[in-house]
């Protein structure tokens, strides 16, 4: 975090995602906020290849591109689910699991099918802000919520894995959860409650 935190109040700010899952959470995450959040889609920006070996790489690199291209300060999101049993995977491999087509439930299909035979079913998610400017500054956030893998999946909220995943304590999916529990306790919320400390304080 060379340079120490900026204040983003006020502003205007690149969601640096073609998920429109991702950028809808984000925005209401951002909702409370003074801030004017625009997606990256909107303004023709090409989504960079992700070829960091870690969350925090992935958002910087995207978050990097977005700010350079927009002059904008530009947060990217790199998130994923990480299981144990598997080494870790997919982990940052989250997205490309599902495919060109963005086709989650053969993803979730796919992880259940190497669980087989594995009685360890714990599982976690991880979260990776970046908020970059265009002079070059980032500052990069992780959050992370611990959980359990259920099957079949359960609810049709959220995006991605969500369905698949009971975060600790919870008997509800985040499939299941109404947005606001999610946003709650989720590792983009984590993540989201340490980058609100740092940058919108104002």
Not at 129 to 151: I, K, N, Q, S, Y
Not at 182 to 193: P, Q, Y
Request: contains cysteine; glycine residues 12%.
């Amino acid at each position: 975090m060379a340079g120490g935190t900026r204040d983003l109040t006020g502003g205007r700010l690149v969601i640096a995602s073609h998920n429109r899952g991702k950028v809808r959470e984000i925005a209401e995450l951002l909702a409370p906020h003074r801030v004017e959040v625009v997606a990256a889609a909107e303004l023709g920006l090409v989504e960079p290849e992700e070829t960091g070996t870690t969350f925090r790489a992935n958002a910087e690199l995207k978050a990097r591109a977005a700010a350079g291209a927009s002059g904008l300060p530009a947060l990217a999101d790199d998130s994923g689910l990480v299981v144990p049993a598997l080494g870790g995977a997919p982990g940052v491999q989250s997205a490309r699991w599902a495919g060109a087509n963005r086709d989650f439930r053969a993803a979730m299909e796919r992880v259940e099918r190497e669980l087989a035979g594995k009685p360890d079913r714990r599982a976690y998610f991880v979260c990776a802000l970046a908020l970059a400017w265009p002079d070059g500054h980032c500052e990069t956030f992780e959050g992370r919520v611990d959980g359990t893998l259920v099957w079949p999946p359960k609810g049709s909220r959220g995006f991605g894995y969500d369905p698949i995943f009971r975060p600790d304590g919870f008997a509800l999916t985040f499939g299941e959860m109404e947005p606001e529990q999610k946003h709650a306790i989720s590792h983009r919320a984590d993540a989201f409650r340490k980058f609100v400390a740092a940058c919108l304080a104002g």
